[in-house]
């Protein structure tokens, strides 16, 4: 990502979302898809904004404003860009409704009712108004509800009015005056552009440009612009945000996201801060530090601390490029990010979670992660105890050696020699923890449930041990010898390893009517203590007909990851009743791979036992319901969440559901943690690179008994 272009417009933003009872249709995703719009705009790379909400911001972003509320906010904000000479951003997500034969837009509060103007926000007013106060340099309004489009002001309110028509207005909108919106999908595909930008797109991207990309990526509703400029002194055109494609314009860079987020933060508190011209490079931190220090006055203490958090983390991020070199790569970083989250939560579940944005890379990924370790400290762990563990994770992670002279000149130079060797020893264990892996086999079975389990301990891709444990061809019978194989296992691993990772590889038959980590391995259900996923048994004992499937699907799931972080969805083609009700249509689409991304069932058909195996043939990663609810968009947002924490995610959303069920208390909600409950409503059949890989191994060392998918 290139950095801020640099200019004197001072720009403000305001969100506002809100849910009305009587719209009679509950927007799961809005406060996401505000929260999201507001933290885009108000990135100073990205929409280059403050807020303009110092109060009640989060308020207006709730899903539950009234109608006195929003319109105090935003004649608020017009006063305070009045104040500033400042562009205003207005955003409203929502519900809307207008008049039969009337083309004006009534944004519904949460005390609006159905067919009344009175109890509404008329939007068009309201930005014609913030328009006319003299200083208001200009306003840019985006509007994600139905009828959208007829939230343009008024053109004789924007030629007259106390500024004789001197205003300036650029206004991008989700539907037409007349039409419906669906699912809040203009503001989904709305950040999606201002994350990822426009290739080409040149340095600003405005409603024009904005509304084209759109119009290619919402099929189901027409967004629509609106413009005027009145300003004879005017020099360029309003835009909505900076383009993140643009060519490069790159100084150097000290800070990172959440460095500029804790530091603007501090500074806000602390009166008289200082503002160095040259930007926030380490003699300015260093500068920053020392006053603090001097300082008794209310918030020095927090800037100090913030100071020296960033000067930690800019010293790691030297040290690492030093280090590394090239080994560092965004994929390995964000393994290093999961690692991190792991012991985070294990040492304190209240912690603030180490979740990059799916748009973050690079260099910038990596500050990220260190100013993460540096500044967001819990009450378990010091600044520099984060930053040694992450120093060990990235060594473990890019295969790099953790006592390097580098890494031993930097751990004396933040005072963290001993928690250095803490970390790389616990990184150790969980390399050891995540290496190992427990593999129950169900693949010999005739029908559905097998006379022997086929086990296998192993370590990367190969097959350390084997055992077979006969069974009663019975769902009690195989769950009765869970308890002894998991015994076996742990006579086998080597000393400070464990068995955290069971993969369990099932019938086609099974997967829909069997939850293997709900059975008893002994003192506690599997699932309690291992991470258990499901495979399909037709991926390890490939049938005749299925010769060459894992290898081909090799290539697919690199894709799936380059998808993911292209757009940051899921990277899953959904499938409704209408896309599965002829069978025969359906695998003549899957043979011309139609359907080319992992694919998932919106809902339970009467016919799925028929489906699932000719569906598992296709892709390597197969969803549905665990129930008969169907996966609606708060499934598709929790998998967008999710998806590079799975499949091991799933267990962790199971085990919350099934505390919940038997009445146990609730761990500490974190952000992000409200996608959980729906994740628990999916179930998965997952085959990843490293299973392949295991696969292939089997192929070349196959069994002497029979076996059937």
């Given at each position: 990502m290139t950095a801020a272009r640099p200019t004197t417009t001072v720009r403000h933003a305001l969100v506002v979302a809100t849910q009305c009872p009587a719209a009679r249709q509950h927007l799961s995703n809005l406060v996401t898809r505000a929260e999201e719009l507001h933290e885009l705009l108000t990135d100073?790379?990205?929409?280059?904004?403050?807020?303009?909400?110092?109060?009640?911001?989060?308020?207006?972003?709730?899903?539950?404003?009234?109608?006195?509320?929003?319109?105090?906010?935003?004649?608020a904000a017009a006063r305070r860009a009045h104040e500033a000479g400042a562009e205003l951003v207005l955003a409203f997500l929502g519900h809307g409704q207008t008049p039969m034969g009337d083309a004006t837009l009534y944004y519904m509060a949460d005390d609006t009712l159905a067919g009344d103007a009175a109890s509404s926000v008329q939007v068009g007013k309201l930005v014609a108004d913030a328009g006319d106060l003299p200083g208001v340099k200009g306003v840019i309004t985006l509007i994600d509800t139905c009828h959208a489009g007829a939230g343009v002001p008024d053109a004789k309110a924007l030629a007259g009015g106390f500024g004789l028509g001197n205003n300036r207005h650029s206004l991008l909108m989700a539907a037409s005056a007349h039409q419906k919106a669906y699912d809040l999908d203009f503001s989904r595909e709305l950040a999606s552009l201002l994350r990822h930008g426009i290739p080409d797109?040149?340095?600003?991207?405005?409603?024009?440009?904005?509304?084209?990309?759109?119009?290619?990526?919402?099929?189901?509703?027409?967004?629509?612009?609106?413009?005027?400029?009145?300003?004879?002194?005017?020099?360029?055109?309003?835009?909505?945000?900076?383009?993140?494609?643009?060519?490069?314009?790159?100084?150097?860079?000290?800070?990172?996201?959440?460095?500029?987020?804790?530091?603007?933060?501090?500074?806000?508190?602390?009166?008289?801060?200082?503002?160095?011209?040259?930007?926030?490079?380490?003699?300015?931190?260093?500068?920053?530090?020392?006053?603090?220090?001097?300082?008794?006055?209310?918030?020095?203490?927090?800037?100090?601390?913030?100071?020296?958090?960033?000067?930690?983390?800019?010293?790691?991020?030297d040290m690492v490029h030093s280090w590394a070199g090239r080994a560092v790569t965004t994929p390995a970083l964000r393994s290093v990010a999961a690692d991190l989250t792991a012991a985070y939560d294990a040492a304190d579940p209240s912690f603030d979670p180490l979740r990059p944005p799916k748009w973050i890379e690079g260099t910038d990924l990596l500050r990220y992660i260190l100013e993460h370790a540096a500044l967001r400290v819990s009450v378990t762990g010091t600044p520099v105890v984060r930053l040694a563990q992450a120093v060990a994770a990235i060594a473990d992670r890019c295969d790099l050696d953790s006592e390097d002279q580098l890494v031993d000149a930097w751990a004396k130079r933040v005072h963290g020699v001993v928690e250095?060797?803490?970390?790389?020893?616990?990184?150790?264990?969980?390399?050891?923890?995540?290496?190992?892996?427990?593999?129950?086999?169900?693949?010999?079975?005739?029908?559905?449930?097998?006379?022997?389990?086929?086990?296998?301990?192993?370590?990367?891709?190969?097959?350390?041990?084997?055992?077979?444990?006969?069974?009663?061809?019975?769902?009690?019978?195989?769950?009765?010898?869970?308890?002894?194989?998991?015994?076996?296992?742990?006579?086998?691993?080597?000393?400070?390893?464990?068995?955290?990772?069971?993969?369990?590889?099932?019938?086609?038959?099974?997967?829909?009517?069997w939850e293997p980590e709900k059975a008893s391995a002994?003192?506690?259900?599997?699932?309690?203590?291992?991470?258990?996923?499901?495979?399909?048994?037709?991926?390890?004992?490939?049938?005749?007909?299925?010769?060459?499937?894992?290898?081909?699907?090799?290539?697919?799931?690199?894709?799936?990851?380059?998808?993911?972080?292209?757009?940051?969805?899921?990277?899953?083609?959904?499938?409704?009743?209408?896309?599965?009700?002829?069978?025969?249509?359906?695998?003549?689409?899957?043979?011309?791979?139609?359907?080319?991304?992992?694919i998932g069932l919106d809902h339970r058909p009467r016919h799925l036992a028929e489906l699932v195996e000719t569906?598992?043939?296709?892709?390597?990663?197969?969803?549905?319901?665990?129930?008969?609810?169907?996966?609606?968009?708060?499934?598709?947002?929790c998998l967008d969440a999710y998806w590079e924490q799975l499949p091991e995610q799933f267990i962790e959303a199971y085990r919350r559901r099934w505390r919940a069920e038997v009445g146990g208390p609730a761990r500490p909600a974190r952000p992000g943690d409200e996608h959980l409950a729906d994740l628990a409503g999916i179930r998965a059949a997952w085959h990843d690179l490293d299973w392949l890989d295991f696969c292939r191994w089997f192929e070349q060392h196959p069994p002497t008994n029979q076996w059937s998918a």
């Open positions: 100073p790379e990205i929409g280059a904004c403050v807020p303009s909400d110092p109060d009640g911001g989060p308020v207006l972003r709730s899903g539950k404003v009234s109608g006195r509320q929003i319109e105090d906010a935003v004649r797109g040149g340095e600003l991207l405005r409603a024009g440009a904005l509304k084209m990309a759109l119009t290619n990526r919402i099929l189901k509703q027409n967004c629509e612009t609106s413009g005027r400029d009145g300003d004879p002194d005017a020099v360029e055109e309003l835009w909505v945000a900076l383009n993140v494609q643009r060519p490069s314009w790159r100084p150097s860079r000290h800070i990172g996201v959440l460095g500029s987020q804790d530091l603007g933060e501090a500074l806000a508190a602390w009166p008289d801060h200082p503002a160095p011209a040259g930007g926030w490079n380490p003699p300015a931190l260093r500068g920053l530090r020392e006053q603090a220090a001097a300082s008794e006055a209310p918030g020095a203490l927090r800037v100090r601390q913030v100071a020296d958090g960033l000067l930690d983390a800019g010293t790691t991020v250095l060797s803490d970390a790389v020893a616990r990184q150790a264990a969980l390399r050891l923890d995540r290496t190992w892996r427990l593999v129950i086999s169900l693949h010999t079975a005739r029908i559905d449930w097998p006379e022997s389990l086929s086990v296998w301990l192993h370590d990367g891709e190969r097959g350390e041990h084997h055992e077979e444990f006969p069974c009663e061809p019975t769902r009690a019978g195989v769950e009765a010898r869970l308890p002894e194989i998991i015994g076996w296992a742990w006579k086998k691993v080597p000393e400070g390893a464990g068995i955290k990772n069971i993969d369990v590889v099932v019938p086609a038959p099974l997967l829909l009517t002994g003192r506690s259900p599997l699932g309690a203590e291992h991470t258990v996923v499901l495979r399909w048994a037709g991926r390890l004992a490939v049938p005749g007909y299925l010769a060459g499937m894992n290898e081909r699907d090799r290539d697919r799931l690199k894709k799936l990851d380059e998808q993911h972080l292209g757009d940051g969805h899921a990277p899953v083609d959904w499938l409704a009743d209408g896309d599965i009700r002829d069978t025969a249509l359906l695998a003549e689409r899957l043979g011309w791979r139609v359907y080319d991304r992992a569906l598992l043939a296709h892709t390597p990663i197969l969803l549905w319901p665990r129930t008969d609810a169907d996966v609606d968009g708060r499934g598709y947002d």
